[in-house]
């Protein structure tokens, strides 16, 4: 299982993703700067773990062929088509010798299917589902998905979530992802949120105890 993590959770009427932004080979660290989330379109997105090379060119592939469809057709895919191209291309792989070593979460929102989060995993299986993660962290996150998930979650809500599981991940798993990007996708486009880190935790935990102080 990968050392990185990447999250997502579908809301009433938006999808976000959170993904840590560290690069490491084996037990040597790189840089702390990597999104691991990619733009597919105005309404979609990409998030991949994996083998470095593997995520770039796959994803990239991914994006160009898409972009591709958007200028001769003049839409873009809908997510589940989306979804379904890309695990198509990845399953392809597999039985070449250029097999890729990724892992996927792709959010969208179309205007008649409204928000979408799909899996899809390094074999090419797809799936359609409300809260998913890849890699080491997404084992600590699956009780709090279970417990705080609802149909209809609004913005807050499903950044809040996210937030819980980042808090988890960074105190019990033993590698250090010290920070996430997030990023969500609804009605309005795709746009990046604010990064959640200790930084932003400790300054939430200052806040709750200056109100619980001051109500006191």
Same mark, same amino acid.
């Given at each position: 299982?990968?050392?990185?993590?990447?999250?997502?959770?579908?809301?009433?009427?938006?999808?976000?993703?959170?993904? %840590? *932004?560290? =690069?490491?080979?084996?037990?040597?660290?790189?840089?702390?700067? /990597?999104? #691991? $989330?990619?733009?597919?379109?105005?309404?979609?997105?990409?998030?991949?773990?994996?083998?470095?090379? %593997? *995520?770039? =060119?796959?994803?990239?592939?991914?994006?160009?062929?898409?972009? /591709?469809? #958007? $200028?001769?057709?003049?839409?873009?895919?809908?997510?589940?088509?989306?979804?379904?191209?890309?695990?198509?291309?990845?399953?392809?792989?597999?039985?070449?010798?250029?097999?890729?070593?990724?892992?996927?979460?792709?959010?969208?929102?179309?205007?008649?299917?409204?928000?979408?989060?799909?899996?899809?995993?390094?074999?090419?299986?797809?799936?359609?589902?409300?809260?998913?993660?890849?890699?080491?962290?997404?084992?600590?996150?699956?009780?709090?998905?279970?417990?705080?998930?609802?149909?209809?979650?609004?913005?807050?809500?499903?950044?809040?979530?996210?937030?819980?599981?980042?808090?988890?991940?960074?105190?019990?798993?033993?590698?250090?992802?010290?920070?996430?990007?997030?990023?969500?996708?609804?009605?309005?486009?795709?746009?990046?949120?604010?990064?959640?880190?200790?930084?932003?935790?400790?300054?939430?935990?200052?806040?709750?105890?200056?109100?619980?102080?001051?109500?006191?």
């Amino acid at each position: 299982m990968a050392m990185e993590t990447i999250l997502g959770v579908k809301g009433a009427d938006c999808v976000m993703l959170a993904c %840590d *932004t560290m =690069q490491a080979k084996s037990v040597m660290f790189i840089r702390d700067d /990597q999104s #691991k $989330i990619h733009r597919l379109s105005d309404f979609a997105m990409l998030a991949a773990i994996g083998d470095g090379g %593997d *995520t770039l =060119q796959f994803t990239d592939y991914i994006s160009k062929h898409l972009q /591709q469809y #958007k $200028i001769v057709n003049g839409y873009h895919l809908s997510p589940s088509s989306a979804a379904h191209f890309t695990r198509k291309n990845l399953a392809d792989y597999i039985r070449t010798n250029t097999r890729y070593q990724v892992s996927m979460l792709l959010a969208g929102y179309d205007v008649r299917e409204g928000p979408a989060l799909h899996y899809i995993d390094s074999l090419g299986a797809s799936q359609a589902i409300n809260h998913a993660g890849h890699g080491l962290g997404s084992m600590f996150c699956g009780s709090i998905f279970q417990r705080y998930w609802k149909p209809d979650l609004n913005p807050k809500e499903t950044y809040d979530i996210l937030k819980m599981c980042v808090t988890e991940v960074q105190k019990r798993l033993v590698i250090n992802l010290r920070n996430f990007d997030v990023f969500v996708v609804d009605k309005n486009g795709s746009r990046q949120l604010e990064s959640i880190n200790p930084a932003c935790l400790n300054a939430d935990a200052l806040c709750i105890s200056v109100s619980v102080t001051g109500n006191t």
